[in-house]
């Protein structure tokens, strides 16, 4: 809120929650998803897919506060141009107050980079403390090992860029989402990822301009609060 002026009860109710829940799904309420045909309302977090990506923001915000692994969250859809990037890049804004273009270093990691390059970029986030890492844009089958293996541990211990030497070993805290059309997810990640799916049902959706929100990022830059 731009006034800082933000009351969060010490023991919230479920309508309390249910309110907060609606607040923060109006940012994507112009996004239509997969299996919402009966559902009245879009901000009704009983659609499984705003339900996931929901909890994929309130995973990144607490993820340094839980013990043990979390699972990546997977944003797919039909289309180029359907808002896949943007719809995870909400998230990155919501938790980290910019997005990976603010940055040219932004925490980004290109899906296809050979093993060896993908864990040392991946030792530099970790390093950081990086709240969301990104892998957008992943194309046919998806299995990484080092990404898996990152999902079920509570730390990461790779190579360190530049240097031919191991870097101690780090608390995972970031959460990965994984962005593409229509990815094959290997057994292994697809039991530990929380899909998100979008379906617009819109024959050219990059030409919509309907939208509640034109600058969406924006919008949520001014107004996050913390």
Known sequence: HPAGKVRIPS??????????????????????????????????PGNCNRSAWLAGVLTSVARAT????????????RKQG???????NIAVTLVDGKTPADDEDGAKIMWDLPIEEFEKRLAVFLM???????????EGEFGHPVIASLVTSN???????????LTPSIRADATIWITGNN????LDM????????IDLKHEHPEARTDFLF?????????????
């Open 11 to 44: 023991c919230p109710t479920q309508a309390q929650a249910l309110h907060a829940a609606r607040r923060l799904l109006r940012l994507i309420q112009d996004y239509r998803f997969a299996g919402e045909e009966g559902i009245e309302h879009e901000l009704d």
């Open 155 to 165: 730390y990461f211990q790779g190579r360190i860029l530049g240097r031919s030497q």
């Open 190 to 197: 697809l039991r530990r990822t929380i899909p998100v799916r």
């Open 183 to 186: 990815p094959r997810l290997t």
């Open 214 to 226: 034109p600058d969406l990022i924006g919008h949520v830059k001014q107004f996050r609060f913390y």
């Open 82 to 88: 359907d808002g896949k990037t943007k719809l995870s």
């Open 66 to 77: 839980i013990a043990g692994p979390v699972p990546m969250f997977g944003v797919t859809g």
């Open 128 to 138: 950081r403390g990086t709240k969301i890492l990104k892998i957008d844009n992943v």
